[in-house]
């Protein structure tokens, strides 16, 4: 009988040691750090996404517990749980003398609904051995959700390409070459060596002439032979 009343007394100090070591953490959790970027919250790509990162003080993870930071979302009457950070004491062997620190990423679908809302936080001080835990109070980290990028348009551009299309009077030059033998200003017609005739060119702009062709500039050039 004295055996079971030690065992008893035991198994009743541990537990009133777990749960003193629980409401340590709950009270210590006033002062940790906690951050989420971007804040507010911002709409990508239809997610919202963002960083959890939080900061415990030194001594809030005793030997053997779990810290459990759980992120919802609130809106309306509603609530949706987004993700957690866990914080495993052996994870952290100096927690006794120096902050603990880790951070998470996480999402989740945006809905018009959800519009206006805000972040909350709710700690868990949890012993694994016994399963007691304690939770601290919501606390408010973020609030509303940025949608400017929903308002955003895509912006279509018109491409163009030269018609190639030219209202410009076409206009072909046309050149006559007479040739004159060396100290003769005379228009003779006969036929040179190279096959040409004054003659028929001489023809070929009669009947350039007689067909009205649009004519803009006539120019007249005389040269000489090397001899004068």
Known sequence: MKLFNLALGIVLSAVIL?????AKMVKLAADQDLQVDPNPLEVH???????MSAVLPPKMLPKGKVWTLTTFYQYGDKEMEVGSVEFKAEDFPNSSTSTSRKSENFEFPYADELNPGVLVIQGR????RNGNFKESPKLQVATGIITTSLAVMDSYTAAYADHGYNDQEELEPTNVDFFFPQGVSRLV?????????????RNDLSVFIA???VTRTVTITGTHSPEG
Do not use: I, W
């Not at 777990?18 to 629980?22: D, I, M, P, R, V």
């Open 189 to 201: 017609t006969s036929v040179r060596t190279d096959g040409t005739s004054n003659l028929q060119k």
């Open 45 to 51: 790509g239809g997610q919202v996404p963002f960083t």
């Open 125 to 128: 001080a949890t012993d694994p």
């Open 18 to 22: 777990s749960g003193c070591s629980l």
């Open 211 to 213: 067909d009205k062709n």
